[in-house]
């Protein structure tokens, strides 16, 4: 089954973030999906009921590990 997400019947709500240290920015590789090995911002869809703050914080530390 391919991922609902690569050609999607309704539009999906989604966050990412430009994390920037010392004029460095942050980049993530994809590790699944359908864009495995892509390097890209850290982000992702945002759940039912979560702000965007909420998920934006989220996906950087699901992601990376390190806390925003």
């Given at each position: 089954m391919s991922d609902p997400r690569a050609y999607p019947d309704r539009?999906?709500?989604?966050?990412?973030?430009?994390?920037?240290?010392?004029?460095?920015?942050?980049?993530i590789r994809r590790a699944a999906g359908i864009a495995t090995g892509i390097y890209t911002l850290p982000g992702g869809v945002v759940e039912?009921?979560?702000?965007?703050?909420d998920a934006v914080v989220r996906e950087v530390?699901?992601?990376?590990?390190?806390?925003?």
């Open positions: 539009p999906f709500l989604a966050v990412s973030a430009a994390v920037i240290r010392d004029g460095k920015v942050l980049i039912a009921g979560e702000t965007l703050t530390r699901e992601e990376t590990a390190l806390e925003i």
